[in-house]
Nanobody, 115 residues
Framework: QVQLVESGGGLVQPGGSLRLSCTAS????????MRWYRQAPGKEREWVAG???????TYADSVKGRFTISRDNAKNTVYLQMNSLKPEDTAVYYC?????????WGQGTQVTVSS
């Protein structure tokens, strides 16, 4: 099992930046894939970005070029750097850890992009 704790959400103006953090209760090398999802009001949860334990990264088309997923293995922490934020990025952002065959979720952190 793994516990995940997210932080870093908040209110930001359009065009601004935020960095989300997700700290895992075990080494990232033991986790197959770390991912970020988001869920906007009235919408389904959608995948945003992912990083395998080998370091391969992937992004949803809607955030490609604006968001960057990275990690600090010493801190068991994965980050989501979000730049050029848009109002449509407003959502609760969730950290996800996939350890075959199970998925684990954090509690979520709210990101609001508004002037």
């Amino acid at each position: 099992q793994v516990q995940l704790v997210e932080s870093g959400g908040g209110l930001v103006q359009p065009g601004g930046s935020l960095r989300l953090s997700c700290t895992a209760s075990r080494t990232l090398f033991s986790i197959d894939i770390m991912r970020w999802y988001r869920q906007a009001p009235g919408k389904e949860r959608e995948w945003v970005a992912g990083m395998s334990n080998s370091g391969t990264t992937t992004y949803a088309d809607s955030v490609k070029g604006r968001f960057t997923i990275s990690r600090d293995n010493a801190k068991n922490t994965v980050y989501l750097q979000m730049n050029s934020l848009k109002p449509e990025d407003t959502a609760v952002y969730y950290c996800n850890a996939y350890l075959s065959p199970s998925n684990y979720w954090g509690q979520g952190t709210q990101v609001t992009v508004s002037s």
